[in-house]
């Protein structure tokens, strides 16, 4: 097997880490894995959430808010119940994905693993796939930490051998054709595959610190502090970027969510998983198509219209906004009733201006900090809106990220921790 690429390194300066040795606080509950909806009971959608103003000014917000916080908490609730719904079997997607054996342009670091001799190689690496090196489960099957003939590490993908579970096959097709189109610094990279028999294995990049969800839950010890927080919102605005203006053809990746998101030891953000991201080859900007994605981060309005857009991305973008403030999953099913659904929750404090009471308790409360998370859930409720309208674009995300970041460190320096 030839050499495969070297990760790259990254300067760690600016991220701060916090010194607490507190122990993981309990998780309240799990928001369910990956799903994959047919169509469901009809969702009205209500005209898009009004912008928030800014933090110096969240008093005029809160006159402003009551109609529109009350038409965004109608269509959110909605929706959320919507994903709950019966689905309705519907027939697959007429156009179907070309077999690996033609997926186009690979990248550079990708290397075929198609060939039957080379099955041996990846149990080899995996220790013929030991549950002790399982790093990972999901929808589309099982992650295992491997390590090539020449110490490379890797993440072996592989999938369920449930043969009459067509949507495997599917993902299996839509990730190695998307993966081997795609190459940013903040995107997993994708090294090859392996198809032998009922065996379906993707090989990509391993990285080492474990998901942002397992961050938030503190299960690697000390709680991320808000300045690491940002940069990670950047880095994922960054490459979610670059899927929507920047590859090949626009990417839609449609399950934007914290235990898609992977950390380097420097703490950089890799988005993963392309398993139910779409290609638009079209060039249409609207999209019909079945709705896939994870329950508490889905856009209403592709609930409702199946429709997807880049901006199904941005909502999704929005809920995860909210997470990394709060550090609390998007639907938590263990707490009060009215405190269940994490973006209604946040948004209800805001409006309050109580905007501070999102901030995960873990996390230390400064100006610079007060300031941040005003300014972090002002852009949150704003990709947040029920309409694809009301939405900013992830690029723009990006540009009031970096500013909120410059304006949070510059404070940060004027008051300093004690």
């Known amino acids: 097997m030839p050499p495969l690429t070297d990760d790259r390194k990254f300067n760690s300066s600016g991220r701060r880490r916090s010194s607490s040795g507190r122990r993981p606080f309990s998780v309240s509950g799990r928001t369910p894995d990956r799903w994959d909806f047919s169509r469901s009971s009809g969702v009205s959608t209500a005209s898009s959430v009004s912008a928030v103003s800014s933090a110096s000014g969240v008093s005029t917000a809160r006159t402003k808010s009551s109609i529109s916080y009350r038409s965004w908490l109608v269509e959110f609730l909605k929706a959320i119940l919507t994903c709950f719904g019966k689905p309705e079997i519907r027939p697959p997607e007429p156009r179907p994905l070309k077999s690996p054996s033609s997926t186009p342009s690979r990248s550079r670091h990708a290397n075929s693993f198609s060939s039957t001799g080379k099955l041996s190689e990846i149990q080899k690496a995996t220790k013929n796939f030991s549950p002790a090196l399982k790093i990972g489960q999901g929808g ?6 491997g390590t090539l003939d020449d110490g490379k590490l890797v993440a ?5 051998k449930t043969m009459h579970d067509s949507h495997v096959s599917v ?3 839509s990730e190695i ?3 081997g189109r795609v190459e940013h610094l903040n995107l997993v990279k994708f090294y ?3 198809e032998d028999g009922d065996e379906k294995i993707i090989v990509v990049e391993y990285v080492p610190n474990g998901t942002l969800r397992e961050h938030l839950d503190g299960f690697h010890g000390n709680y991320l502090d808000l300045g690491a927080r940002i940069d990670i919102a950047i880095d994922v605005a960054h490459a979610v970027t670059y899927l929507h203006m920047y590859a090949d053809h626009p990417i839609i990746h449609r399950d934007i969510k914290a235990s898609n998101i992977l950390l380097t030891e420097t703490l950089r953000a890799k988005v993963a998983d ?3 991201a779409r290609a638009n080859e079209s060039g249409v900007t609207i999209v019909s198509t079945q ?4 329950a508490g981060y889905l856009d209403p309005e592709y609930l409702k219209t199946y429709q997807l857009t880049e901006k199904s991305d941005v909502f999704s973008f929005g809920v995860l906004l909210v997470e990394l403030i709060s550090a609390r999953r998007p639907i938590e099913p263990k707490r009060k009733l009215k405190d269940r659904i994490t973006a209604k929750w946040a948004i209800e404090k805001f409006t309050q201006g109580s905007a501070i009471e999102v901030l995960d308790p873990n996390l230390l409360r400064t100006p610079a900090t007060n300031l941040a998370v005003e300014k972090v859930l002002e852009l949150a409720f704003q990709c947040l809106a029920p309409t694809r309208q009301g939405r900013p674009s992830m690029r723009k995300c990006a540009e009031i990220l970096w500013d909120i970041r410059k304006d949070y460190r510059q404070l940060s320096t004027s008051y300093p921790l004690p």
């Open 140 to 145: 589309f099957g099982t992650v295992y930490k």
């Open 156 to 160: 072996v993908k592989r999938a369920k």
């Open 171 to 173: 993902e299996f097709k």
């Open 177 to 179: 054709k998307i993966m």
């Open 192 to 194: 090859g595959y392996l």
């Open 274 to 276: 392309f398993g139910f």
């Open 291 to 294: 709705v896939k994605g994870t």
